[in-house]
């Protein structure tokens, strides 16, 4: 968040929008967050990563930033990972 905040300071942050499939977007994040799990030293919690798609988002295309859609979704879950302990 910090590296975009200051891309969006100092006018260097720019969006490409493109029609992508969401469902591919969500699998390549839980991908990525399970793997961070797997290896994160302080995942204590033993964290297991699943997830389920409705039939109507299996097909849905948007017009968007594919990029920092996936930055939003991984920061978002690796610190669920970083910050989910036992309880």
Do not use: W
């Not at 300071?9 to 799990?37: G, H, P, Q, W």
Request: net charge positive.
């Amino acid at each position: 968040i910090n590296d975009f905040i200051i891309s969006t300071r100092n006018n260097k942050f720019k969006i490409i929008k493109d029609f992508f499939n969401i469902e591919s977007v969500f699998n390549y994040c839980i991908m990525v967050s399970k793997n961070l799990a797997k290896v994160l030293p302080g995942n204590k919690a033993k964290i297991k990563i699943s997830s389920s798609f409705d039939e109507n988002v299996k097909n849905y295309i948007v017009y968007s930033d594919e990029n920092r859609l996936k930055q939003i979704l991984l920061n978002f879950l690796s610190n669920s990972i970083k910050f989910t302990y036992n309880g």
